[in-house]
């Protein structure tokens, strides 16, 4: 009976465990992950707009497949690249590192980028519920290069984070962040 009554704090609090943003920070880059290119390049431009950053990398290696649909060859890197340009981030403050088939494989790929910049301090742009899993990847990496990782989430836009079971959308993002939380603990 407790649980039943208690069901939506319950819920609440799975959505609410998922997310580690960190407070607003100036970083000297921000690597925007792949994936979601609406929701990220959006929370980009925000960030942008905020002044906490002026350099932003778009990553991801991976074909945004809805386009494939219509014949259009581009990466996750190069969608989310055009969402942020389409709403105001300056073309020239953007770059494309067109690698990373999974949130792993892009934090390697950029913590050999953030070292040859000779950066500090990098911030980390994905969706809200990717945090905890993006804190645990690129966290204790980069700390042992002596850089900073400051992480900033991005809404999504299908679903309300506080309310997420009630989209097809949340409960699919929440169940998928628990097993790739597990399968990333089990394997790294």
Do not use: C
Request: hydrophobic content about 45%; cysteine-free.
């Amino acid at each position: 009976a407790a649980a039943y009554v208690g069901r939506y704090r319950l819920l609440q609090a799975l959505g609410d465990h998922l997310v580690r943003e960190d407070p607003p920070y100036h970083a000297d880059v921000a690597y925007v992950l792949g994936g979601a290119a609406l929701d990220r390049g959006t929370e980009a431009v925000r960030v942008y707009q905020a002044g906490l950053v002026d350099r932003f990398v778009f990553t991801g290696g991976n074909p945004h497949g809805d386009l494939g649909v219509l014949g259009i060859d581009m990466t996750e890197a190069a969608m989310g690249r055009q969402v942020a340009v389409a709403n105001g981030l300056p073309t020239a403050r953007t770059s494309l590192l067109e690698v990373g088939t999974s949130t792993m494989e892009e934090a390697i790929a950029l913590l050999e980028l953030a070292k040859a910049d000779g950066v500090d301090t990098v911030m980390v742009i994905t969706t809200e519920f990717h945090l905890r899993r993006v804190e645990r990847v690129f966290r204790r990496r980069f700390a042992e290069a002596g850089i900073t990782v400051v992480l900033r989430g991005a809404p999504d836009h299908r679903y309300q984070r506080q309310r997420w079971w009630e989209r097809e959308e949340g409960l699919l993002m929440v169940n998928n962040e628990y097993v790739k939380l597990l399968y990333y603990r089990l394997k790294y």
